[in-house]
């Protein structure tokens, strides 16, 4: 009796060979943006994220500049195993962020939204043999395979068995040294960082648009932000309400 499974989600990694050489500067990078950073906005229990605390940018800078040549190379691989005309597409980073977990820190479940393809980098996973240093989960939200809508739900308890053609989530094992590459739209979030060390990573939003010469796919793709036109005067100075 097969079974035929279709509609796979790509999640694209490479271990980078370089990693190791680059480790401690990348490290030493972000625990000084950190210490660098706005005050702490979040609650304890999740991970610091450069994102909330004015540190997204760190494309811009050049202590970065070596995971950024690896991102732009692998994004261009894994567009092109997705079938994309290169051509076509204009890719820019449009934040990127790093997040330092520590002991029983984890990050909620999130999308990211303003972007195409989200991209994570591990500078640093606790190599401890018996604690879980937290994993990347991926969310199903089409549930493709819940035939009645709610049936896997938590409260129904009608799905008796757990298996390949149910799973509504499945955790990613982080890995030192690898990145990964995911459509940014796919709901995702970062269990407990159970050992006693830190796990730091890296985080990029990617956005495709229309290259200047690809007329006629405007429709379903973002036009280059070049031809744009931002408004002259803000909103709050041209309108006068009624
Ligand atoms: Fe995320």
Not at 94 to 119: D, K, L, M
Request: net charge negative; proline share 6%.
């Amino acid at each position: 009796m097969p079974i035929e499974t279709l509609f796979p989600l790509a999640i694209y990694y490479e271990d980078l060979a370089d990693a190791p050489k680059h480790q401690q500067k990348l490290l030493s990078a972000v625990l000084q943006l950190e210490r660098d950073g706005a005050e702490r906005r979040n609650y304890p229990e999740m991970a610091w994220t450069g994102d909330l605390h004015g540190v997204e940018q760190i494309h811009t800078n050049p202590d970065f500049g070596w995971i950024v040549e690896q991102i732009e190379r692998h994004t261009a691989i894994y567009l092109l195993e997705l079938g994309v005309d290169l051509s076509k597409v204009d890719l820019y980073i449009q934040r990127a962020w790093p997040i330092v977990s520590r002991t029983e820190q984890e990050i909620g479940s999130h999308c990211h939204n303003t972007a195409h393809i989200s991209a994570v980098y591990y500078i640093k996973v606790p190599a401890d043999g018996t604690y879980d240093p937290g994993r990347l989960v991926f969310f199903d939200d089409a549930r493709v395979n819940e035939v009645s809508p709610g049936l896997g739900s938590e409260n129904t308890d009608i799905v008796a068995e757990d298996s390949y053609f149910n799973q509504l989530q499945a955790a990613y094992v982080p890995v030192e040294g690898r990145l990964l590459l995911f459509p940014a739209k796919q709901r995702h979030a970062v269990t407990m960082n159970e050992t006693e060390d830190l796990r730091v990573s890296l985080s990029f939003d990617i956005v495709l648009t229309a290259t200047g010469s690809a007329s006629g796919a405007y429709e379903f793709l973002t036009p280059p932000p070049q031809q744009w036109q931002k408004f002259k005067s803000s909103h709050s100075a041209s309108i006068e309400r009624i």
